[in-house]
């Protein structure tokens, strides 16, 4: 297993720069070579500003007659027509399909709409994807290029703070089923991933502490020292300071590439990315996806899953404190609703980490360590009736 870099905010920073001119940073998806001797899946995931508009950003871009660009009908009015402009020089022909907004639009009828329009335009092989927006555009994308004529290649043109440092990154694509999130989808990497920062700035506050759940969490299992520099950054952050930006989203990639580099499909280390996530999938399905966003139920279930961890006896009550005080700061909620255990435990066991029915959760082993472990259902109803309370 290769190590991770250590934390070196200086030097990621000039990674993120791109001025007029200059080259965007790369942060490099190293898969570990699963398929047989096939020719390499890495790709990189470039890191800068202005990069949206600009048609060098897609000059490595897979070749093909036609581009489908995919948005959604907040993000298409912002950007696609720039995007559109960009990829022209290099496609001769440039569809865009607005799908709508949010979570609930994750199902098999928006999918549809993605074949239908591919079909309607005559779109073969020789068809490149091209996923603008967040993290349901991103996701359905991808799992629309995988399934049409047996896979297709896209890019992902992340949107959104949770986006480019926690969905664009590293091939899980999915829809949603009623009864769980994420269901239904498949294992595709995309060909790269470009993070144009400065589209963070229309980002409305409630969309930006979301993602921050996602940078956080990359603290408790990885990074302690990248935590410790959140907790010093998190109202610049807030703030959308463009540096703290440039830092935070090229360290959550670095250590996403990382970990999906050495464990492409979840046989083993890429779980510890769903830290807070079994928690936070039951709130989103139980509440009726959309309600809380996806951001808002991980930085809930963090706090959960930091409670069972204490609960476990693998770390202090300061410690799971610390890092509630910094999911609070970031605008995230800590106080879980009430559901009641029975439906947490009901939708908890169609958690894709549970194994014959046995529900298992990634737990803090030590600060800047996890790993996946089944715990005590009863012990789980303490923590979810604690987390409820308030305290």
Same mark, same amino acid.
């Not at 609703?337 to 939708?347: F, K, S």
């Given at each position: ?54 048609a060098s950003s ?28 960009a990829l022209e ?103 790269? /991933?470009? +993070?144009?920062?400065?589209?963070? &700035?229309? @980002?409305?506050? $409630? ?5 921050? *759940?996602? =940078? ?60 807070g996530h079994t ?18 139920? /991980?930085? +809930?279930?963090?706090?959960?899953? &930091?409670? @069972?961890?204490? $609960? ?5 009550? *300061?410690? =799971? ?71």
């Amino acid at each position: 297993m290769s190590t991770l870099p250590p934390f070196a905010p200086q030097s990621l920073a000039l990674l993120g720069q791109s001025p007029q001119g200059a080259s965007p940073g790369c942060v490099n998806v190293c898969l570990q070579d699963l398929e047989g001797g096939l020719a390499s899946r890495d790709y990189p995931i470039l890191i800068g500003r202005d990069l949206l508009a600009q048609a060098s950003s897609y000059e490595e871009c897979p070749s093909a007659h036609t581009a489908l660009i995919v948005t959604n009908t907040v993000v298409g009015p912002l950007y696609a027509a720039q995007l559109q402009r960009a990829l022209e020089p290099h496609y001769p022909r440039v569809v865009v399909l607005t799908l709508p907004d949010g979570e609930s639009a994750k199902t098999w009828s928006t999918l549809n709409q993605v074949f239908d329009t591919l079909l309607e335009h005559g779109c073969d092989r020789k068809t490149v994807l091209f996923a603008l927006g967040g993290g349901v555009v991103g996701d359905l994308t991808g799992f629309a290029a995988a399934c049409f004529m047996r896979g297709v290649p896209f890019v992902q043109i992340p949107t959104t703070l949770l986006a480019q440092v926690d969905s664009s990154v590293g091939g899980k694509t999915a829809i949603n089923h009623p009864l769980g999130k994420n269901m239904v989808g498949a294992f595709y990497q995309p060909r790269r /991933v470009i +993070c144009d920062l400065d589209v963070l &700035a229309s @980002l409305p506050g $409630r969309e930006l502490s979301a993602g921050l *759940a996602e =940078v956080i969490k990359y603290g408790p299992i990885a990074d302690m020292a990248f935590m410790a520099w959140l907790e010093a950054h998190v109202e610049a952050l807030m703030n959308k300071d463009p540096l703290a930006l440039e830092i935070a989203v090229a360290r959550s990639c670095q250590i996403k590439a990382w970990v999906v580099g050495c464990d492409e499909r979840e046989g083993g280390l890429r779980a510890i990315l769903n830290f807070g996530h079994t928690f936070g999938h039951a709130i989103e399905s139980a509440l009726g996806f959309g309600v809380w966003l996806h951001g808002e139920a /991980v930085g +809930c279930g963090m706090v959960m899953a &930091a409670e @069972l961890s204490h $609960r476990l006896g693998l770390v202090d009550r *300061a410690w =799971v404190e610390r890092l509630k005080r910094l999911i609070a700061r970031a605008g995230l909620p800590v106080q879980a609703p009430d559901l009641g255990a029975a439906v947490y435990l009901e939708h908890m066991r169609l958690d894709k980490k549970s194994q014959a029915g046995e529900i298992r959760f990634v737990v803090i082993t030590k600060p800047g360590v996890a790993e996946v472990r089944p715990a005590p259902e009863a012990l789980v109803c303490e923590v979810i009736a604690h987390c409820v309370g308030g305290s």
